[in-house]
């Protein structure tokens, strides 16, 4: 959602443009508006956290990634979860085999929200979250001097604004501990380390790295931190405990800075992760609108793909040998090109430019991951079987249990898109002028689900899934 802010806010800069020297020098008077870190150390005495439960993967496994996009993103992704449950065949559940769902920015709302609830997501996400007024606790024009000088400091809206709202109207005091303690499926809020331009997904590694418990940290600030639009709202900050940490960096961290081979992605989010435990590097970890770096949420997972030692990882071996197939979705509710400047030689202005130059950079970036993503589940099912087909008798019975039915190859990845591209032109157009905002009219609220719904229980993907379930299904003695 971040070009539609950005637009909302410099739109009253560019209407005050001649206050901007004055308001800056009387910006050093000006309060700093910032976040003070909330998360908690790592203690000696408890060294190892629990966190997202293994062997969580049956024969069917569904993954999900929502996109950013603020309110409209929201309920994108709540129509898609409605879908998924109107799928459902007998002897197979599909939403209940939701065993991943990544996130970004308003994604992460519903990834959270349904983390916490699960099928109760259902019947109460609509009114409990998506007919919530939010804008309304927030500051959202820079007319006033005093807004002005907020968003120089750091942002419009801090902690007490949006993370507060949010812990007690919508996640009710929640932390990870109790998305933890419903066992599946796995969330991944992901925000943007904004000192080193990297995904910052809220998982326990990267607390690892900052030898800080995320099992006693906030829901609603972790959300916050995915939505956390550069101006709108100042950067949620986390501390590091380097001193006395009572555990080591993941050890892939050393072995990709030593690797001159490995990608670049790989390498920064290690240096990002090393620097973590360096205080002569960074104290503190600031982190913004995770669609910054990739609004797909993908990264994530091609991180924790590409750092695993095994074929199979990040499944576990286990899960690996249960599964049968895999349906993946990405959920896009992004904007797709928009302005009337292409049909003018003139234009376009100074402030469309510089808009459409960050949706360039954020989209360009979302395509690449995508690509890639679709690249890597080609590989990740070739040596999923590989490692099935590996198996000595003895470990085969230690991990399944039995040899019954068992057939090596019988594994299935299907990855598709649920996007706004599956309607016509003109129905694409309407939905994508829904605007990214936090607060929308009922009928684009209503509007946005019925999208996400239909979209879904059309997409080949997901027909091709069910299909495959299905037969396989049938074909058992």
Same mark, same amino acid.
């Given at each position: 959602?971040?070009?539609?802010?950005?637009?909302?806010?410099?739109?009253?800069?560019?209407?005050?443009?001649?206050?901007?020297?004055?308001?800056?020098?009387?910006?050093?008077?000006? $309060?700093?508006?910032?976040?003070?870190?909330?998360? $908690?150390?790592?203690?000696?005495?408890?060294?190892?956290?629990?966190?997202?439960?293994?062997? +969580?993967?049956?024969?069917?496994?569904?993954?999900?990634?929502?996109?950013?996009?603020?309110?409209?993103?929201?309920?994108?992704?709540?129509?898609?979860?409605?879908?998924?449950?109107? #799928?459902?065949?007998?002897?197979?559940?599909?939403?209940?085999? $939701?065993?991943?769902?990544?996130?970004?920015?308003?994604?992460?709302?519903?990834?959270?929200?349904?983390?916490?609830?699960?099928?109760?997501?259902?019947?109460?996400?609509?009114?409990?979250?998506?007919?919530?007024?939010?804008?309304?606790?927030?500051?959202?024009?820079?007319?006033?001097?005093?807004?002005?000088?907020?968003?120089?400091?750091?942002?419009?809206?801090?902690?007490?604004?949006?993370?507060?709202?949010?812990?007690?109207?919508?996640?009710?005091?929640? /932390?990870?501990?109790?998305?933890?303690?419903?066992?599946?499926?796995? +969330?991944?809020?992901?925000?943007?380390?904004?000192?080193?331009?990297?995904?910052?997904?809220? +998982?326990?590694?990267?607390?690892?790295?900052?030898?800080?418990?995320?099992?006693?940290?906030?829901?609603?600030?972790?959300?916050?931190?995915?939505?956390?639009?550069?101006?709108? %709202? #100042?950067?949620?900050?986390?501390?590091?405990?380097?001193?006395?940490?009572?555990?080591?960096?993941?050890?892939?961290?050393?072995?990709?800075?030593?690797?001159?081979?490995?990608?670049?992605?790989?390498?920064?989010?290690?240096?990002?992760?090393?620097?973590?435990?360096?205080?002569?590097?960074?104290?503190?970890?600031?982190?913004?609108?995770?669609?910054?770096?990739?609004?797909?949420?993908?990264?994530?997972?091609?991180?924790?793909?590409?750092?695993?030692?095994?074929?199979?990882?990040?499944?576990?071996?286990?899960?690996?040998?249960?599964?049968?197939?895999?349906?993946?979705?990405?959920?896009?509710?992004?904007?797709?090109?928009?302005?009337?400047?292409? %049909?003018?030689?003139?234009?376009?202005?100074?402030?469309?430019?510089?808009?459409?130059?960050?949706?360039?950079?954020?989209?360009?970036?979302?395509? +690449?991951? %995508?690509?890639?993503?679709?690249?890597?589940?080609?590989?990740?099912?070739?040596?999923?079987?590989?490692?099935?087909?590996?198996?000595?008798?003895?470990?085969?019975?230690?991990?399944?249990?039995?040899?019954?039915?068992?057939?090596?190859?019988?594994?299935?990845?299907?990855?598709?898109?649920?996007?706004?591209?599956?309607?016509?032109?003109?129905?694409?157009?309407?939905?994508?002028?829904?605007? /990214?905002?936090?607060?929308?009219?009922?009928?684009?609220?209503? *509007?946005?689900?019925?999208?996400?719904? *239909?979209?879904?229980?059309?997409?080949?993907?997901?027909?091709?899934?069910?299909?495959?379930?299905?037969?396989?299904?049938?074909?058992?003695?």
């Amino acid at each position: 959602m971040t070009g539609k802010y950005l637009l909302m806010v410099s739109g009253a800069i560019c209407r005050n443009f001649l206050l901007l020297g004055l308001l800056y020098a009387l910006a050093g008077c000006a $309060v700093s508006v910032h976040n003070l870190p909330t998360n $908690v150390p790592l203690t000696a005495t408890a060294p190892v956290q629990p966190g997202p439960a293994k062997n +969580i993967a049956g024969a069917n496994l569904v993954a999900l990634s929502f996109s950013g996009g603020g309110m409209r993103a929201a309920a994108f992704s709540f129509g898609v979860l409605k879908a998924l449950d109107a #799928s459902s065949r007998p002897g197979m559940d599909v939403l209940g085999d $939701v065993t991943l769902i990544s996130s970004v920015s308003g994604g992460s709302l519903t990834a959270a929200y349904y983390g916490l609830h699960g099928r109760d997501t259902l019947s109460t996400f609509r009114e409990k979250v998506l007919l919530r007024d939010m804008e309304g606790h927030m500051r959202l024009s820079a007319l006033a001097p005093d807004n002005f000088l907020r968003m120089l400091s750091g942002g419009l809206n801090d902690h007490t604004n949006l993370v507060n709202w949010l812990d007690k109207e919508v996640f009710e005091g929640a /932390t990870f501990s109790d998305i933890y303690a419903r066992r599946k499926p796995d +969330i991944w809020i992901n925000a943007s380390d904004l000192y080193h331009r990297t995904p910052f997904p809220f +998982i326990p590694p990267l607390f690892h790295a900052l030898c800080s418990d995320i099992t006693r940290f906030s829901v609603a600030e972790a959300v916050s931190a995915s939505m956390a639009v550069p101006l709108v %709202f #100042s950067p949620i900050v986390l501390k590091t405990y380097p001193e006395g940490c009572p555990v080591a960096v993941d050890p892939w961290v050393d072995r990709v800075l030593a690797g001159p081979t490995v990608s670049k992605t790989v390498q920064a989010s290690a240096q990002a992760m090393q620097d973590y435990r360096d205080p002569t590097r960074m104290r503190y970890v600031k982190l913004v609108d995770g669609g910054v770096t990739d609004n797909y949420g993908l990264a994530s997972i091609l991180l924790s793909r590409g750092v695993s030692r095994t074929s199979y990882g990040p499944l576990t071996a286990r899960d690996a040998v249960n599964l049968r197939r895999m349906l993946f979705l990405v959920v896009d509710a992004g904007r797709s090109p928009s302005g009337d400047w292409v %049909f003018d030689p003139s234009g376009p202005s100074g402030l469309d430019t510089a808009l459409a130059a960050t949706d360039s950079a954020i989209d360009s970036a979302a395509r +690449i991951g %995508f690509d890639a993503f679709r690249s890597m589940m080609l590989e990740w099912e070739k040596t999923v079987v590989e490692f099935r087909c590996s198996l000595t008798p003895s470990e085969l019975l230690q991990l399944r249990g039995s040899a019954d039915g068992w057939n090596c190859r019988d594994v299935q990845f299907h990855f598709g898109l649920v996007s706004f591209s599956s309607f016509g032109k003109q129905r694409e157009a309407k939905l994508s002028a829904i605007p /990214t905002r936090l607060s929308l009219r009922l009928s684009e609220i209503d *509007e946005a689900i019925q999208a996400g719904v *239909e979209a879904t229980l059309g997409n080949s993907t997901l027909k091709s899934y069910i299909d495959s379930a299905q037969n396989s299904a049938g074909s058992r003695p």
